[in-house]
């Protein structure tokens, strides 16, 4: 088995009885969920990033993963973080934004926030990976010289190589959820930026239609990208996520 990279290691931090799972993205790690994760930590609250199956290690590790392994990661930081919280929340970056709402629709949190959530793709071969993996396993990902310094100043670890066989089974994750929408019923959170070229810019709205949550609140971003966790307007990011988790406490504390 290979190595997890060290900036990749899952981190756990003990605080109170309000738990918060953060769930990065594919082909990255627990790292770009870190800053988001401190910040939560110094409010008082119980933090856990897993590691998903797959990553941290190598991008063939990862192409021999499908998102049933992924989301059994998930599962299994719900049970470390709820035996010792009362209250859980879950919040996702990209492909983990898709985990923890299925993870929400199946009941396992008391409340959601899914940042950069990738129901749908823009680039156009995004419909044909499932026969495109068949003969080109992996993409190489073209950074530009601002998006690489951002990410090494926060220390993120992620794949220089996307599997095509993850990236098509991420989509299929979206088609999943995007069924599932009406039944979380908890608290929400959708955050996306306009800078985020990847993702379909309905998708936001998509999903905040979708949500059977009676709460639900839509945050757009104007400066940033995909990254919301490290990028420019972070500091809102994190601040709308720590009043969801307010508002969750209060939810429960008051139902």
Request: proline residues 6%; glycine residues 8%; contains cysteine.
């Amino acid at each position: 088995m290979a190595k997890v990279h060290p900036l990749a290691e899952s981190f756990f931090f003990p605080a109170g009885p309000t738990g918060v799972l953060l769930v990065h993205g594919l082909t990255a790690s627990p790292s770009e969920m870190r800053l988001l994760g401190e910040k939560l930590a110094a409010e008082g609250y119980t933090v856990l990033a897993p590691l998903l199956a797959g990553h941290g290690t190598t991008p063939e590790a990862l192409a021999r993963t499908r998102w049933p392994d992924w989301y059994r990661s998930v599962e299994e930081g719900t049970g470390q973080i709820r035996a010792r919280c009362r209250v859980l929340v879950g919040v996702g970056l990209s492909t983990g934004a898709l985990l923890c709402l299925h993870a929400a629709a199946s009941g396992l949190f008391h409340g959601v926030a899914a940042l950069s959530t990738p129901l749908r793709l823009t680039h156009w071969l995004a419909p044909f990976v499932p026969v495109i993996k068949w003969f080109r396993p992996f993409w190489a990902k073209n950074k530009t010289p601002d998006q690489l310094a951002m990410e090494v100043a926060a220390g993120r670890f992620a794949y220089d190589r996307q599997p095509s066989a993850a990236v098509a089974s991420m989509l299929a994750l979206g088609r999943v959820v995007r069924r599932e929408l009406p039944n979380i019923r908890v608290p929400a959170l959708v955050i996306q930026s306009e800078g985020d070229l990847g993702i379909d810019s309905h998708c936001a709205q998509d999903l905040i239609r979708g949500l059977g949550s009676a709460e639900k609140r839509l945050v757009e971003l104007k400066a940033s990208g995909h990254l919301v966790t490290i990028d420019r307007e972070r500091d809102i990011v994190f601040q709308a996520v720590l009043d969801l988790v307010r508002l969750v406490e209060k939810t429960r504390r008051n139902g």
